[in-house]
């Protein structure tokens, strides 16, 4: 039972071991599957990923039913914010790496490989008619020629998608906090609404550059660094468009208080770094 003014701490939570035992299933089954070690890999890992997605739902639904049961004080509060700091700060790591290839490849690799600085030698007896550009798939030409993305086309279309979706959630963060009902399911509905259609011109695109660019994911080095920038900034987008629809089913409830909405926070936070990290796409994949 939780006590007044205490740390609540649940008791006899089967989440923890249940995520365990999924993750686990989902990775060895991974493992085996991508590395041909018997039938069983494939299974394996759609049966863990089915009971990591159980897990969730039903952790989230525990931590939802307390919430809404007053079990939660002030430091839990903080807990949960530090928490999710923490976790998009992980994010930011997370696409700082794939930017820090990005840019090593194309300020050191290749010019390297075109004779500049310590990759005389190699460009001298390897590459030697290599001549240094951007984008490139390589001296090997792997994947062979590609055309890239215009960044005036649907690229500008979905920042400029990214940029609304970013000042309607915002808005009905405004309502929720002015008691406006009404005004706030309308805005979340929108902010999901955009959220959907910028995944729907991604995905338009995607297939644009693979049957008319001939970009695809084995276009050497641009080609991988290009799909796995907005590949993953894609699945973020459609997390961030699942959370947007599980709050607003929330807000639908009256789960939220105009003094206690974290679970209406944090999605807005998300979904500001979601744009954030798109702008710099943009910027650094797109048009530089």
């Known amino acids: 039972m939780a006590q007044q003014g205490a740390y609540y701490v649940p008791h006899h939570s089967v989440w923890p071991i249940v995520g365990s035992v999924g993750l686990f299933t989902t990775m060895f089954g991974a493992a085996h599957w991508l590395n041909d070690q018997g039938a069983l890999g494939r299974p394996m890992f ?14 989230f639904s525990s931590v939802i039913r307390e919430s809404i049961k ?8 903080v807990s949960f914010r530090m928490g999710m700091m923490w976790f998009i700060f992980s994010e930011v790591m997370f696409f700082a790496a794939f930017f820090g290839a990005l840019f090593y490849t194309r300020v050191f690799s290749v010019p390297w490989l075109g004779g500049e600085g310590h990759g005389l030698f190699t460009h001298h007896y390897l590459w030697d008619q290599y001549a240094p550009a951007w984008p490139t798939n390589g001296p090997g030409d792997v994947g062979g020629p590609f055309s890239t993305v215009s960044p005036w086309g649907l690229p500008l279309l979905n920042t400029l998608i990214l940029l609304t979706s970013s000042v309607t959630i915002t808005i009905a963060h405004h309502a929720l ?6 005004q706030l399911l309308v805005f979340q509905a929108l902010t999901v609404l955009l959220g959907a259609t910028f995944l729907y011109f991604q995905a338009h695109e995607y297939m644009e550059a693979y049957e008319h660019l001939n970009l695809t994911l084995h276009s050497g080095v641009y080609g991988s660094t290009f799909f796995m920038l907005t590949g993953f900034h894609g699945l973020h987008v459609t997390l961030g468009t699942i959370m947007l629809i599980v709050i607003w089913f929330r807000c639908a409830k009256g789960h939220f208080s105009k003094e206690n909405h974290f679970g209406f926070e944090a999605v807005a936070w998300y979904w ?3 744009d954030v990290v798109w702008l710099c796409l943009f910027l650094f994949v797109y048009i530089m």
Do not use: C, E, M, P
């Not at 906090?177 to 009404?182: F, M, N, Q, T, V």
């Open 177 to 182: 906090r002015a008691g406006r009902r009404k």
């Open 70 to 77: 007053g079990n939660y004080n002030s430091q839990v509060d």
């Open 272 to 274: 500001h770094f979601v």
């Open 46 to 59: 759609f049966i863990g990923l089915a009971v990591v997605i159980f897990t969730l739902f039903g952790w």
